[in-house]
């Protein structure tokens, strides 16, 4: 018991130091996969779009006792109050349980989900209130447990108690349980818990952010004192990292100011159903430089146009555009004025949104008529994608003060004004007949078997892009093994699932622009899926005008070039976009890859241009799993030269799953799989089912910074 005389000794020399923290404690990962304190949760929840990773050596074995072994936690805030986690328990690394068990070596390997919610309607001044799932799903569920846990902050203190059930056997997580934290300083905290079986004391240890850049939270755990009778070490230790998974998260941008009169705009956002912008306030800042404006008159309407100064600053838009980066840029105007401008989106590649961004705000900039309007086209491969209108003066007001812009904007071709005389010769800086090298990693991995915690085949694969005209271009994919673990080499277990060398993929695409909102995309040419195949896929999706939604058809044929072992699959699919949580819903089925028949559905959690989703298929097999997609490039790449353009992958995903609703746990490998190239309609054309005009007015703040970082 002298060990727990120690916490409070602890406590009391800390009163004594100066710097005390004034806020309430932090939230930290605890051992078992939550936000917590050692072995019981908190209410609190990590805060949507922040992942945390983490590793401690206590191994809860099979319930029955303690050991030194191996957890390894991903966990991620998908929403608000929405607290997902996967954890890995493991006793030993890479030895095999098969041999283990010939040898009389009693081991476990476990991947585990777990997930908590945050009630939410309850007064922050009473108390927070959240309810949770351990080990939801699977064939070996060791650790399932449920509860619901109640957290109140006072001062530097955080009081914690629950009720739950468990399937322990020593009674951990297994009735009442409660918890102190004790934060004295903002970089030290003491805890203190009753799991329902055993007193446990940790201290915590985290470092200053400013000697990480910023980049995000390391914490150094220490659990020195516990009075369980199951436990072969007195002490166990742990250490967390977690950080934003984005920085261009809806949440992170200032909020935008009504416009001082804006019932058309209100009304034109509740026909394309986005909601308007309610009134906040807006932090101090330097407003940006742009040209003057023209001396207003009494009636705007009678206000004279001065076509040579027009024509001036439309030459030198064109200009900073191409110098941007732009392709197929074209500028023009009538004598109204109405300003015009089309171009397409290299750069840009994370998401078209920051182009569009520079792009209003260069017309603001360059543009000083106060009665001057604009009309704004985005296409890719010449086809027509989004365009925006509006007036200048009121953009330029929304990117000097953040008033919100009268931004109309419309899905596919825009309404071309008459009248207009286009600067120059056509449209500048072609995109066919440029490559575009895009380089990143191709890895093939499994977690948690009886061979290894975590076994990987890594390659780097170079895929090239070559638009040739009209929708249509050329994409070869190639790639070479840089590592492989022993269980993914020639001749062993998961052989079949290794990254090979060599061509990947080598097609012919062309895209069709239809009415009604219907795009068609075909491709046809090599596949390899392990096997060669000659293939052809055919993609239709139509859009709604808003973008909220979209439906898809999907049918591909392969033919095996060395004997009769055709494949088709045809998938049908619907995705919805709810723009103001910035959260897409999908929903697929209809005949796979592996000739499997059946639904999955997916729910994409946004941060910026990363996403968490949670999916779950029912084909032969049932499966959940969780992945994340984050890009492997700068925001703005680099130009497109006459010689090309290398680039990162805009959107890298990787996910985990597992079986569920089975007693075994077997590997699946490609269930509920269609195969996929760089070039798609969702990827190429639609901004990863993120263009549209909802998504804009959802995002208005993003446009003003995009400008104001790339000007």
């Not at 283990?100 to 009693?106: F, I, S, T």
């Not at 277990?493 to 239809?514: H, K, V």
């Not at 208005?700 to 790339?710: D, G, K, N, S, V």
């Amino acid at each position: 018991m002298s060990k727990f005389l120690s916490i409070v000794t602890s406590g009391l020399l800390t009163l004594s130091l100066p710097g005390a923290a004034d806020d309430t404690p932090n939230d930290y990962q605890n051992f078992t996969g939550f936000t917590g304190i050692i072995n019981t949760p908190s209410a609190e929840v990590l805060e949507a779009g922040v992942v945390s990773i983490g590793h401690n050596n206590q191994l809860d074995f099979r319930g029955e006792s303690f050991v030194d072994g191996y957890n390894y936690i991903f966990s991620a805030g998908v929403w608000s109050g929405l607290e997902i986690s996967g954890l890995i328990a493991t006793s030993s690394m890479h030895d095999s349980l098969f041999a283990a068990h010939v040898l009389g070596d009693d081991q476990i390997r476990d991947l585990s989900f777990n997930a908590k919610y945050q009630i939410p309607l309850i007064p922050e001044d009473w108390f927070k209130l959240a309810i949770g799932a351990k080990d939801i799903g699977g064939a070996a569920n060791y650790y399932e447990s449920y509860f619901a846990v109640a957290s109140k902050d006072w001062r530097d203190f955080r009081f914690s108690t629950g009720i739950s059930t468990s399937k322990n056997n020593i009674g951990m997580m297994d009735g009442v349980f409660a918890g102190i934290e004790w934060q004295p300083l903002e970089w030290f905290a003491l805890q203190l818990e009753h799991d329902a079986e055993a007193v446990n004391a940790a201290a915590r240890v985290t470092v200053p952010k400013a000697w990480l850049f910023d980049l995000g939270t390391l914490t150094l755990t220490s659990r020195f004192y516990s009075n369980t009778d199951h436990s072969d070490e007195d002490t166990y230790y742990g250490i967390n990292f977690s950080m934003p998974l984005s920085e261009q998260s809806q949440r992170d941008y200032q909020a935008i100011k009504p416009a001082p009169d804006n019932a058309d705009v209100i009304a034109h956002l509740s026909e394309q159903g986005a909601q308007p912008v309610k009134p906040r306030e807006v932090a101090n800042y330097e407003p940006t430089r742009v040209a003057p404006k023209a001396q207003s008159s009494a009636s705007s309407s009678a206000q004279e146009v001065n076509i040579g100064e027009l024509n001036t600053e439309i030459r030198a838009l064109k200009q900073a555009l191409v110098a941007d980066g732009f392709e197929n840029v074209q500028v023009g105007a009538n004598r109204e004025p109405v300003v015009v401008v089309k171009f397409e989106n290299p750069v840009f590649n994370r998401n078209d949104i920051d182009a569009i961004g520079v792009v209003l705000g260069r017309v603001a900039q360059y543009i000083s008529n106060d009665s001057a309007s604009y009309t704004v086209q985005l296409s890719k491969h010449d086809i027509p994608l989004l365009s925006l209108s509006g007036q200048v003066s009121s953009y330029r007001q929304f990117i000097t003060e953040g008033t919100s812009p009268g931004v109309v904007i419309r899905q596919g071709m825009m309404d071309v004004p008459g009248g207009v005389a286009w600067i120059g010769d056509g449209s500048v800086n072609s995109p066919y007949f440029k490559p575009r090298l895009t380089i990143g990693p191709a890895l093939s991995s499994t977690y948690a078997t009886e061979l290894g915690v975590y076994d990987f085949s890594l390659a780097l694969r170079a895929d090239l892009e070559i638009p040739l005209w009209r929708g249509a271009g050329v994409n070869i994919t190639a790639q070479t093994v840089v590592a492989d673990t022993e269980d993914f080499e020639p001749g062993d277990t998961f052989e079949s699932r290794r990254e090979q060398n060599g061509l990947e993929r080598a097609i012919f695409y062309q895209t069709f622009d239809l009415p009604f909102g219907l795009y068609n995309q075909t491709q046809v040419g090599f596949f390899r899926e392990y096997y060669d195949y000659t293939g052809i896929i055919n993609e239709t999706a139509w859009v709604s005008p808003s973008g909220r939604h979209k439906l898809y058809n999907t049918y591909g044929f392969f033919d095996y070039e060395d004997f009769d072992g055709d494949r088709d699959y045809h998938v049908m699919g619907y995705q919805y976009h709810w723009v103001e949580q910035d959260i897409s819903f999908h929903l697929s089925g209809g005949e796979f890859w592996q000739r499997d028949k059946g639904m999955k559905v997916e729910t994409k959690f946004w941060f910026g241009d990363s996403y968490v989703s949670v999916y779950a298929y029912d084909t032969d097999v049932q499966v959940a799993g969780i992945s994340f997609s984050i890009p492997l490039t700068p925001r703005k790449d680099m130009a497109v030269s006459e010689y090309g353009q290398v680039k990162g992958n805009q959107a890298w995903r990787h996910g985990v799953s597992t079986r569920i609703g089975e007693g075994t746990n077997a590997l699946v490998y490609k269930k509920g799989y269609t195969p996929e190239t760089s070039v798609s309609l969702d990827r190429t054309y639609f901004n990863q089912g993120r263009l549209s005009g909802s998504y804009v007015y959802a995002n208005l703040a993003r446009l003003r910074e995009a400008y104001l970082t790339f000007k």
